[in-house]
């Protein structure tokens, strides 16, 4: 295993750097005091610019106009564009729209991807995914409310979803629905494509989250289907097949995850390292000289460093084995990322003393945005609790 940057990635690093430098940081403090949908015109001129530099859906395969980078070579990318909070949107890199480009690549009919995948990867149309649900436990993937029912060729949803991101401003969804719930657990559910708007699908409202509405492409919609009508076409994938799909679209998805987080983490160790070597506490005595201010230093450098390894070998295993054989690995730097994320941010904020509470760095909004870190793409409990039966089931416990 070699995961030392090939000079093809060392080239995207350098003018991805470039480029954040020039076109990303100097807006961050406008976008943080006038707030997202304010900012889209300056934000759509920015994402012309991202396309000039040949890594606009950079994931995507070249024939389908995207920038053909392998997994790992996304990996990196995914790390720089991570140390700006709209690095991945303005590179069309942003979750949901990946995991969404990535599913209907895999299983989207022709006119699927011809409707909805293609204007996606040009960016000029955006998506949301709505499967988790108020009224039941989104940990338990096999487990929901809402219904898609046929009628003569159309299927009609019933349901309500929360939590989807995006929705605002969004062309189409991926309904996560049970077509069939006398089939067995995980095959009673299917995934169905709905354009918005549609009659019947509607955005309730954004929620509140940590004190933030947020709008368009930052913002987490609760929605309602009621009795909303789509061609049986705009089914992806087979029928019952929405678990497996939900599977595929999340394996690849935590590594764009992980690498974001880790450059969150480079970002706020950057900003740790400048004030503890700026700052004084006294003339001549910056605060770096504490032991204490070190200690907290050292210690992030060597989780980053620990976690980066770890996600680059799991961007590996999913290479050479796919991602059914990279499960451990991919459970595993799920909450080990989100937690070195948390304690990283967490010991910046506390160097900057009074400085870290205000929007003048990055680091508050992070602070609160992240946090979700921990719940979404499955809760760590969920990863911990996984990676512990399968190796407890080597010892012959029965789980
Ligand atoms: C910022 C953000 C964006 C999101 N975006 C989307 C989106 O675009 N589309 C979408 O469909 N969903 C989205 N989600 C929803 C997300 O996938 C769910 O919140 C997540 O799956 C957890 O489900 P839940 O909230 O229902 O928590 P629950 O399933 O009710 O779990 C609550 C808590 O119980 C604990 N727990 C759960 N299972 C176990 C276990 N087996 N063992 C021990 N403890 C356990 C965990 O601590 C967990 O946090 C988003 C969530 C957030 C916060």
């Known amino acids: ?70 997994l790992t070579e996304f990996a990196h990318m995914s790390e720089e564009l991570g140390r700006s909070p709209i690095g991945h949107y303005l590179f069309n890199c942003q979750a949901p729209d990946v995991g969404n480009m990535e599913v209907l690549m895999e299983f989207g009919t022709p006119d699927q991807k011809e409707r909805f995948l ?108 009621q009795d909303a009508r789509v061609p049986l076409a705009n089914l992806l994938g087979g029928e019952g097949m929405g678990f497996l799909l939900a599977q595929q679209r999340l394996g690849p998805g935590r590594i764009h995850h992980c690498m974001r987080w880790i450059g969150i983490c480079e970002r706020a160790f950057d900003l740790m390292c400048s004030h503890a ?32 390894l770890m996600v680059l070998h799991a961007a590996w295993k999913i290479e050479k084995n796919g991602t059914h054989g990279a499960r451990e690995e991919i459970s595993l730097i799920k909450f080990t990322v989100a937690r070195t994320l948390q304690r990283v941010l967490d010991r910046a904020i506390q160097t900057l003393g009074g400085l870290g509470m205000t929007d003048d760095t990055p680091l508050a909004y992070w602070y609160s945005h992240e946090r979700a870190a921990r719940i979404y793409d499955g809760a760590d409990e969920v990863h911990i609790e996984n990676v512990a039966k399968r190796i407890l089931r080597g010892y012959g416990i029965k789980l």
């Open 1 to 70: 295993m070699d995961f030392s940057p090939s000079p093809k990635v060392d080239a995207i690093r350098t003018s991805l750097r470039d480029f954040m430098k020039r076109e990303v940081y100097p807006i961050e403090q406008d976008l943080r005091r006038k707030g997202f949908v304010a900012m889209l015109p300056t934000l759509k001129e920015k994402r012309e610019r991202a396309k000039e530099t040949g890594l606009f859906a950079a994931f995507i395969p070249e024939a389908l106009g995207g920038g053909g980078l392998s």
């Open 118 to 225: 293609m204007p996606l990867i040009r960016g000029e149309i955006r998506s949301c995914f709505t499967m988790t649900e108020p009224e039941f436990a989104g940990s338990n993937p096999v487990w929901m409310g809402t219904t898609a029912k046929k009628d003569g060729d159309e299927w009609v949803l019933r349901g309500h979803k929360w939590f989807s991101t995006g929705m605002e401003g969004s062309a189409f969804a991926i309904c996560m629905a049970v077509t069939n719930p006398d089939a067995e657990p995980h095959a009673r559910a299917s995934m169905i494509l709905v354009p918005n708007p549609t009659p019947g699908f509607e955005l309730i409202g954004n929620l509140s989250i940590m004190g933030d509405r947020g709008g368009d492409w930052a913002s987490h919609g609760e929605v309602s289907y």
């Open 277 to 308: 070597a700026t700052r004084e506490i006294a003339p001549g005595k910056p605060l770096g000289t504490k032991q204490i201010v070190q200690s907290w230093i050292a210690e992030s450098r060597a989780e980053i460093h620990a976690a980066r």
